[in-house]
């Protein structure tokens, strides 16, 4: 008796950003209110393998073809990753999906309600929400894009993750003890510190 030939398991999710981290990158909205009770949203584009946040934007009023042009700011010349992972918000419409498909990316889309298939792009956002965003006051777009620019130099120089061994998304050398005193630097206006080693 011939069996049935089986179709091969599919790998799991956890299989599929493991294997493809390198080349991956997700996409995803948030929304900061103002002072004055108006909503602006950002968009951020954040790259697996380091954690990199390597473009955001302010907007108050966001359309599919702003996205789009997001995405060829994030991406200029032959950059463009293998996979975006993003989820299925209405806000990434026609305009969006023909960029992606432009640029030669294979767009990934999470299942609905779903956010731990985007587990690092909510990090982030969270992160960026608890240590910063919390603390200050927003005015309009032009004082959220300076506030997350502060926040986006620390979180790359000097912010560690334990997903990448106590690093910080760009490496830091690790000075030893004869370099020097320990120095506190501030940094986001003094939300958080930086500490370094400093020859006297």
């Given at each position: 008796?011939?069996?049935?030939?089986?179709?091969?398991?599919?790998?799991?999710?956890?299989?599929?950003?493991?294997?493809?981290?390198?080349?991956?990158?997700?996409?995803?909205?948030?929304?900061?209110?103002?002072?004055?009770?108006?909503?602006?949203?950002?968009?951020?584009?954040?790259?697996?393998?380091?954690?990199r946040i390597l473009h955001f934007a302010v907007?108050?009023?966001?359309?599919?073809?702003?996205?789009?042009?997001?995405?060829?700011?994030?991406?200029?010349?032959?950059?463009?990753?293998?996979?975006?992972?993003?989820?299925?918000?209405?806000?990434?419409?026609?305009?969006?999906?023909?960029?992606?498909?432009?640029?030669?990316?294979?767009?990934?889309?999470?299942?609905?309600?779903?956010?731990?298939?985007?587990?690092?792009?909510?990090?982030?956002?969270?992160?960026?929400?608890?240590?910063?965003?919390?603390?200050?006051?927003?005015?309009?777009?032009?004082?959220?894009?300076?506030?997350?620019?502060?926040?986006?130099?620390?979180?790359?120089?000097?912010?560690?993750?334990?997903?990448?061994?106590?690093?910080?998304?760009?490496?830091?050398?690790?000075?030893?003890?004869?370099?020097?005193?320990?120095?506190?630097?501030?940094?986001?206006?003094?939300?958080?510190?930086?500490?370094?080693?400093?020859?006297?």
């Amino acid at each position: 008796m011939v069996r049935p030939l089986r179709k091969p398991p599919s790998q799991t999710w956890r299989t599929f950003l493991e294997n493809h981290v390198k080349t991956m990158v997700s996409v995803d909205f948030f929304t900061v209110p103002t002072i004055r009770f108006r909503v602006l949203y950002v968009f951020l584009v954040l790259t697996h393998d380091r954690r990199r946040i390597l473009h955001f934007a302010v907007t108050a009023h966001p359309t599919a073809e702003w996205t789009a042009q997001q995405l060829r700011e994030a991406f200029p010349w032959d950059t463009a990753p293998r996979y975006l992972l993003r989820d299925r918000d209405r806000i990434f419409g026609r305009d969006f999906v023909g960029q992606i498909k432009a640029m030669g990316i294979k767009q990934v889309l999470s299942a609905p309600r779903s956010p731990w298939q985007r587990a690092y792009v909510e990090r982030v956002i969270g992160t960026i929400r608890r240590e910063c965003l919390d603390h200050v006051i927003v005015f309009g777009e032009r004082s959220l894009y300076r506030h997350l620019q502060s926040f986006v130099d620390y979180y790359h120089r000097s912010r560690t993750h334990l997903g990448l061994e106590k690093d910080s998304p760009i490496p830091r050398p690790i000075l030893s003890a004869d370099v020097g005193r320990v120095i506190t630097m501030p940094e986001v206006g003094g939300l958080h510190h930086r500490y370094e080693r400093r020859a006297a």
